[in-house]
């Protein structure tokens, strides 16, 4: 059994992303997962804390300065750098992580792991486009620490095509997509119980209101035995009341509370629904989490925007009403038929896999 500490801006109780999958996976693969989760304002906790979340999960927690998007003058990285290392030592400490680890970086800001670990292996994942988050852009610090990073890192992983591409002139970076931690179940056949198009995800402001409304009064006009059903989360209520606000008018339309994906009604989706707006972070976008799930229930794809998202026969742009008409009228046809291609699909982007990317074998 190895040790890997995960250091990331993320904390453990949030909605999965791929660095808690990435915890669950090294997890399960029977080694010890340090989770540096999110730090905390100065003043907002006193000291580190550390707790158990799980099988062979340790949670840790420090503080920071500022968040990363303020500090944009390279002094203020290093005396954010000291506090953070100082928090993360005593952290590892009172985990009893001594001796031997690797380290899996989910952070673009955290060149300063190399010095603090210099014998220790260091991982790098890419996950979003922190150029086009960057709220303070002139400054160039976002690219400054991203290169950074990426340079003091002994592997650097990206999870797109796109994103790989632009991070090519500072490293060499490897593919890591998202997997799908559940079997295929074969879904039933009866194409006439199908008459909802479903939404799994963040009920927020990344949605393309205007396209779902667009969807909800072309569906109600040509399909009305169709509805929309969006389930799931907010981190903010009042973005999701402005969100969900935008739908009033449409009876067809349904939002619920998040739920588990065995408490999903898709036993009545004809298609999901992946309908985000279109900006760069989600533009990169190759395999969104929430695709391979849903996947692993037969259930084709419907999706707006995401220019980059991974080509297959059943997963189908929706941007405007002919393509919408198509998409319906090849999910009725063919949902049967790409059955196999869905399972095939799913053998390929499974844990396993993943895992060999990584470059961790299973303890034992």
Request: charged share 25%; aromatic share 8%; hydrophobic share 45%.
């Amino acid at each position: 059994m190895k040790t890997f500490v995960l250091f990331t801006h993320t904390r453990w109780d949030e909605a999965p992303r791929i660095r808690h999958q990435v915890a669950r996976l090294i997890a399960e693969a029977g080694h010890r997962v340090v989770f540096v989760e999110r730090a905390s304002g100065p003043f907002e906790t006193r000291g580190v804390t550390v707790r158990e979340a799980g099988p062979s999960v340790t949670v840790v927690r420090g503080r920071r300065l500022m968040h990363h998007q303020l500090r944009v003058l390279t002094p203020l990285d290093w005396m954010n750098a000291r506090l953070v290392l100082r928090d993360l030592r005593a952290g590892l400490a009172q985990a009893g992580v001594a001796g031997d680890f690797e380290i899996i970086n989910f952070a673009h800001d955290a060149a300063w792991l190399r010095p603090a670990f210099p014998r220790h292996r260091i991982t790098t994942v890419i996950h979003d486009d922190f150029e086009a988050q960057a709220r303070l852009p002139w400054f160039g610090h976002v690219t400054r620490n991203l290169r950074e990073t990426c340079e003091a890192s002994d592997r650097v992983l990206a999870v797109s095509t796109p994103l790989a591409n632009r991070l090519a002139a500072w490293c060499r970076p490897e593919l890591l997509l998202p997997w799908s931690s559940h079997s295929y179940a074969p879904p039933h056949s009866d194409i006439s119980q199908r008459d909802t198009l479903l939404f799994w995800g963040y009920i927020d402001v990344g949605l393309d209101t205007a396209r779902i409304r667009g969807i909800a009064r072309y569906v109600g006009a040509r399909h009305p035995e169709l509805r929309l059903v969006f389930v799931g989360p907010t981190q903010v209520p009042a973005r999701r009341a402005a969100t969900v606000s935008r739908f009033e008018g449409f009876p067809n339309v349904e939002v619920h509370d998040a739920m588990r994906l065995e408490e999903l009604p898709v036993d009545r989706a004809l298609a999901a629904l992946i309908p985000y707006r279109r900006k760069g972070d989600v533009d990169a976008t190759e395999l969104p989490n929430k695709v391979l799930p849903l996947l692993s229930r037969g259930i084709p794809i419907m999706k707006c925007g995401l220019p980059n998202m991974i080509r297959a026969p059943f997963i189908l742009a929706v941007d405007d009403d002919d393509s919408l008409e198509f998409a319906i009228g090849e999910c009725r046809r063919n949902f049967v038929a790409w059955q196999p291609s869905i399972e095939r699909f799913l053998s390929v982007h499974n844990p396993a896999t993943r895992l060999r990317v990584l470059g961790i074998a299973p303890a034992g």
